[in-house]
């Protein structure tokens, strides 16, 4: 039937034909060859699979069948773990508990084989006779290999419906340290909660652990952590919502104990619920678990009213305010049935003057069911309110006396303001009565009309709008009303209710720049109008530059503004960036150097940083001017200016300046090498790690140039540990280029650093085809280290390196793919062979053969499944194209062979290879 020593791929599809046709024809000879092919030494073993893959398919094997994988599969190693990798026929796993193929090795907890077990087993989970899995599983001693087993069915099975899989389950949890905390706790939950919803409650309520504390660094989810549990509870509360309200309950009032605060006042608030609204609820867990509650306890009154009621007579009693909302959302929702609950609440005046205003949520339900619930009460409930409660109620701050400035004592303006919410709830839900009508006009006319609105919940809002303007109408005499209006030194300014004059002239900027010649001659008036602040003459300003008018209108106008005003420096450093138009339209303009110059000289250097020098120099006064100066290098005549004036900050500024002086210094470089060399070294003398970062700009060009000048400031740079990688680059391009002392400096380099920087520069030297015999003398050097960051980095290289340099680089490969580094290869490095293999066939195959060197598929680590195989597959059919007698045939076959009987690459990806060659 078969020849043991075939040198091709595709006799595969016909020995399976031929296969088909017997099992079904002629079992007795199906069965002899079945046996003879897996006996056989000499049959290769990418046969084998594919006759253990026909036996496995079948759904009900036969006598003979499993005969055969008792008596031959099972007799041989490979051939056990073969089989048991792969998708297997329902029928096959009667087989395996009747024969008890693994119990002695389940039991003994055989972790040479575990993964064979636990591989076998999980393709069973999902059959239809889960049951005898289960009571095969109940059947077994206790052991590692057991309690994984059965956390793998409920990994697997999505709704959990035997007793005994739970019984299995809590007997998992019982010898297992922490199990709550384990990453498949939940997802047991989430597939038992549907049959099984109090075991599952209890083992969510036995979960929860709660830290006493008020402090705000203690919130956190509390019922469940992030990414981890909202299923169950979804489910909880879709399915099993009565179970689910008393679980629920029952921890928000363990998170409202364990997070109160201490108070001296009856009612106590809690730090978990403190700005809960109802509004933002996904915010927490605990803020969309109490929502749920609320709905539950919302939609169960129209089915079990004596039930809620009993509930929110409880809640409203309470001295907490997180449970008072619960019970008052329920009186919100239907207060003409709350009538009694509600007023027995509101005859407690000091329970309400405690709770008034507390919580915005609160205060909008108490507002909005009073003046329903007083309007429903009869004439002898009404006097009693009105006695106790309405006559003299006081908000807690109304009460407060306040001192003014010369010593005398005042009411707060406020005073009045709880009882005329009390009145205009009544007034807006029903008829005020006339006896409150006199005193209801007379706080009316004290504070106005008064709404009582829903509050909205957190947000958040960038450059908002308070006024919302139809800003493109509005002309320039409003424009300028507005200007001397919205002032924030004003002590009539109201930040909440007027824009800031950065909110407002930043829109203004926007109309400017769309018409720019029907503003520059108010800009200008702006500029005279001391009324106006200088952040509206700069937004004017900055509107021209935007609208791309003239420079030298622009200019004129920047000029007048320094001559004529003393600006900050925030607007200073505006003016700056303002500057920017002008060196980008090549235009030189003394009064424009000066200004920067003196700002370079005198101007605001802004916070100090350690990790961003940069950031900090560039949006200070004195670095953006230094950064502005420099922008002027493309003007000769400007060349000493800008020199004369940054050297003034050698040893007289801080590093951020500096280092935003020495950012684009390469500009400098064409006019007189010399004079920038010696002005970076000056201007980076105290080798500050901010500095060296962005040195690499600059240096990048002066290594090439004068580099003998700048080994001294390279041999005390590379101490400096936060700018090794920029150090290091400059360190190889100087040894691959072989300038002065680069030896010396590379090994000087090693003995403080990690060579990672000099790989990786190594490898862009190699991926641009530049000096690679110099680059590559540095990526040997490291072929021996055991870091996986180095590691990677010679893995990620491959991402460019281009087919066109294998026979460049062929001998690094031989040396890569049997080094220590080389251990981390994966995908980059095979789909390089794998672009290679059409030319380089035969290399390429003897490349992939060294597979096993490497670290195994892990998907949790790395991007590697069935990579090799494609590169032997992609190599043999080069071969047969052009070299159909080759003897490399034989051992891409071997090779391929190898990879399939390594269980870490058969699984699916790579059968998916093999369907694709049977279909060739």
């Known amino acids: 039937m078969f020849c043991p020593d075939i040198k091709v791929f595709f006799i595969r599809s016909k ?42 398919f079948q759904e009900q094997p036969t006598f003979d069948e499993k005969k055969v994988v008792e008596e031959v599969v099972f007799k041989n190693n490979m051939l056990q773990d073969t089989f048991s990798s792969l998708i297997m026929g329902e029928g096959w796993l009667t087989f395996f508990i009747q024969s008890d193929i693994f119990r002695k090795d389940i039991e003994e907890n055989n972790q040479k084989i575990k993964r064979q077990i636990t591989g076998t087993f999980r393709r069973f989970a999902l059959s239809q006779n889960r049951k005898d899995l289960l009571n095969y599983y109940n059947s077994l001693k206790d052991s590692p290999i057991k309690d994984e087993l059965v956390l793998d069915y409920f990994w697997q099975v999505r709704e959990i419906e035997q007793e005994l899989a739970i019984k299995l389950v809590k007997s998992v949890f019982s010898h297992t340290d922490d199990y709550q905390k384990q990453y498949w706790f939940f997802r047991v939950l989430e597939h038992s909660v549907r049959h099984f919803p109090k075991w599952v409650a209890e083992e969510l309520r036995n979960q929860i652990d709660i830290p006493k504390s008020t402090d705000v660094a203690d919130d956190k989810n509390y019922f469940y952590p992030a990414h981890q549990g909202n299923e169950v509870y979804e489910q909880l509360w879709e399915n099993h919502s009565d179970i689910a309200y008393k679980l629920v309950k029952d921890i928000i009032q363990e998170i409202i104990k364990q997070r109160q605060y201490e108070s001296t006042i009856t009612v106590l608030a809690d730090a978990a619920f403190l700005l809960y609204d109802r509004k933002n609820i996904d915010l927490y867990t605990h803020y969309e678990q109490l929502d749920n509650l609320q709905k539950y306890l919302e939609n169960k009154f129209l089915e079990k009213p004596d039930f809620v009621r009993k509930e929110t007579q409880a809640y409203l009693k309470s001295n907490f305010i997180t449970e008072i909302i619960v019970g008052f959302s329920i009186v919100c929702k239907y207060p003409k049935e709350f009538t009694d609950e509600a007023y027995s609440f509101f005859k407690n005046k000091e329970k309400i ?61 406020w005073f009045g303001i709880g009882k005329y919410e009390l009145l205009t709830s009544i007034d807006r839900k029903g008829k005020l009565p006339f006896r409150f009508k006199r005193n209801y006009q007379e706080l009316f006319r004290k504070f106005g009309e008064m709404e009582n609105k829903e509050h909205e919940g957190i947000s958040v809002s960038v450059n908002r709008d308070p006024i919302n303007a139809d800003y493109d109408k509005i002309s320039i005499a409003d424009w300028k009303n507005s200007f001397k209006k919205y002032n924030q ?13 950065y909110e407002h002239g930043r829109r203004f900027a926007d109309v400017v720049a769309n018409d720019p010649k029907t503003y520059i001659e108010f800009v200008s008036e702006m500029i005279e109008d001391k009324d106006i602040s200088n952040t509206y003459v700069v937004k004017g300003l900055e509107g021209l530059k935007d609208g791309k008018v003239t420079p030298k209108t622009l200019k004129d106008l920047l000029v007048k ?40 000289i005198n101007g605001d250097e802004g916070r100090e940083s350690v990790t961003d020098a940069l950031s900090i120099g560039i949006n200070s006064v004195r670095g953006s001017a230094a950064s502005s100066l420099v922008d002027y290098s493309f003007s000769e005549r400007t060349f000493g200016f800008i020199c ?93 280029n072989s300038y002065a002392k680069y030896d010396e400096l590379l090994e000087q380099y090693l003995q403080y650093n990690e060579p990672n920087a000099l790989i990786q520069t190594a490898f862009e030297f190699i991926e641009n085809s530049h000096k690679v015999d110099r680059a590559l003398n540095i990526v040997n050097r490291f072929l021996k280290s055991e870091s996986k960051e180095i590691a990677q980095i010679y893995n990620r290289a491959f991402f460019h390196i281009k087919p066109e340099q294998f026979t460049e680089l062929r001998e690094f490969l031989y040396e890569y793919v049997k080094s220590k580094v080389g251990k981390w290869r994966e995908h980059p490095f095979y789909n390089f062979l794998l672009k290679c293999s059409g030319t380089h066939y035969n290399d390429c195959i003897q490349l992939a053969s060294y597979y096993s060197n490497h670290n195994a598929p892990d998907i949790t680590e790395r991007r590697l499944n069935n990579e090799p195989l494609k590169v032997i597959i992609s190599a043999y059919n080069a071969i047969r194209e052009y070299e159909k007698q080759s003897s490399i045939l034989e051992m891409a076959i071997d090779i391929f062979d190898d990879i399939l009987q390594n269980e870490d690459y058969r699984d699916y990806s790579a059968h998916q290879i093999l369907k694709d060659v049977d279909a060739y």
């Open 15 to 56: 020995v399976k034909q031929i296969l088909n046709y017997k099992s079904n024809v002629l079992n007795t000879q199906y069965i002899a060859d079945v046996k003879s092919i897996l006996k056989h030494n000499d049959v290769r073993f990418h046969i084998k699979l594919l006759v253990l893959q026909q036996i496995a």
């Open 353 to 413: 003057q405690n709770l008034y205003s507390v919580n915005q949520y609160l205060n909008y339900m108490i507002l909005e069911v009073f003046g329903i619930i007083y309007n429903e009460l009869d004439k002898d409930k009404k006097h009693i309110l009105d006695k106790e409660l309405i006559s003299d109620f006081r908000k807690n701050i109304e009460s407060r006396v306040f001192t003014n400035r010369d010593g005398e004592k005042s009411q707060n303006k």
């Open 489 to 501: 030194s004003l002590e009539s300014f109201n930040s909440w209710n007027q824009p800031s004059e």
């Open 561 to 600: 503004a320094l001559n004529e005003r003393n600006f900050d420096k925030e607007n200073k450093l505006y003016l700056i960036w303002i500057t920017n138009y002008f060196s980008k339209a090549k235009k030189v303009y003394p009064e424009v150097l000066d200004f920067l110059k003196h700002n370079i």
């Open 644 to 736: 004369d004036t940054l050297e003034m900050l050698i040893d007289n500024s801080r590093p951020s300046t500096r280092a935003a002086a020495i950012y684009k210094l390469q500009y400098l470089i064409r006019h007189d090498e010399e004079r920038i060399l010696n002005l970076f070294l000056g201007l980076s003398n105290d080798y500050h790690s901010g500095i060296l970062k962005i040195s690499i700009n600059p240096l990048q060009y002066l290594v090439h140039r004068k580099f003998d000048r700048l080994v001294s400031f390279f041999a005390k740079a590379l101490k400096v540990d936060d700018s090794k990688k920029e150090i290091g680059k400059l360190i190889t391009i100087a040894y691959c």
